[in-house]
């Protein structure tokens, strides 16, 4: 697959038409490990050489680092043609250390601290502004509005704080034509649901709830997409690594070490990918692209060699037989939609 045959969809009704692969910044923010620099910049360049459109980032990843990273991708390729997206929801205070909750192994060394308020969501965008040198965005998500994040005794709190001010502030961007589509960015279906009812929205990026593993988000979530033609783009479409590794020792689900009935599972849906001679990795990343809602996978790379994989996977040839094995086996629902 080349810059050329990329193939693209639209992103809802936002009039955004995006690569079916979009390039996720959170590991140029060292969350693995510490990336060298130059590295980190040229694995951005060779995305948008090899095609790819989307970026999408936040100033969460490496508190910031993964923006100026980018940042600098951009000025040395440049912004044609890119679709740029970022996240509200935190803001930085350059000043007040960084502390030792961020889960990032580098970064900058900055705070952060959660605002979903209206003046919170304006700052933010500012200083992502700056770190990436741009004066426009296209997408920008409220970011992490969920019970991972918050807790269960604080959700409702940061649900209210975010339509009340967030969500108000990106609607008149949005209707002062200076941003094109406004989201949300989460790890849950049910919050995906909780604001497509509650604003209006063009696009969501949920992360590991619709997969070959699981899909949570089909149900309920993806058909009210559809309807309100809300354009989806998808993280974690290997669940944090056992779709990519295969059920192998100290895979990981979740952010964690898979538990036996994942392993078991995965190793079933590897099992009857292996008997037609197709690599798990590459079942578990096209299958997303089955539903009609889903506009981009925004997957993570540290390396050219990585991006070049991914597309190379994304138009690797699937028999249609072995979508038919896995809904004959029950490890697929006879009702999920799966690529043509």
């Known amino acids: 697959m080349t810059a050329s045959t990329l193939p693209s969809r639209p992103l809802g009704r936002s009039g955004l038409s995006l690569t079916a692969l979009g390039f996720g910044g959170a590991p140029l923010g060292d969350l693995y490990g510490q990336l060298d620099e130059a590295a980190a910049v040229a694995t951005v360049e060779a995305a948008l050489a090899d095609g790819v459109n989307l970026i999408d ?163 309920s979530f993806m058909p009210l997409a559809l309807e309100k033609g809300i354009g989806l783009m998808l993280g974690g479409v290997f669940n944090s690594g056992i779709l990519a590794t295969g059920p192998v020792a100290g895979a990981r689900y979740n952010y964690r070490p898979a538990p036996p009935d994942i392993l078991a599972r995965v190793a079933a849906i590897e099992a009857v990918c292996a008997r037609h001679g197709v690599p798990l990795r590459r079942a578990a990343l096209q299958f997303p692209l089955g539903h009609p809602a889903v506009a981009s996978l925004v997957m993570g790379a540290v390396s050219a060699g990585e991006v070049e994989d991914q597309i190379a996977e994304l138009s690797a040839p699937i028999p249609a037989a072995l979508w038919t094995e896995l809904k004959a086996q029950g490890l697929l629902g006879a009702d999920v939609p799966v690529p043509d």
């Open 57 to 219: 980032t936040s100033p969460l990843y490496g508190h910031g680092l993964s923006e100026h990273r980018i940042g600098a991708a951009l000025r040395r390729a440049g912004r044609k043609d890119v679709v740029l997206s970022t996240k509200v929801g935190r803001v930085a205070e350059p000043f007040a250390g960084r502390g030792d909750g961020s889960g990032y192994r580098g970064g900058l060394p900055h705070g952060m601290r959660f605002d979903y308020s209206r003046d919170g969501a304006m700052r933010s965008l500012e200083q992502s502004a700056l770190r990436l040198g741009v004066d426009r965005f296209d997408i920008v998500l409220i970011h992490d509005v969920d019970v991972w994040t918050h807790g269960q005794g604080a959700i409702e709190q940061r649900f209210a704080e975010a339509m009340d001010g967030a969500y108000r502030a990106l609607e008149s961007l949005r209707a002062a034509g200076a941003v094109k589509a406004i989201g949300v960015g989460v790890n849950e279906a049910e919050m995906c649901e909780r604001f497509a009812r509650a604003g209006d929205f063009d696009a969501m990026l949920l992360a590991g709830r619709y997969s070959l593993l699981e899909q949570p988000a089909l149900a």
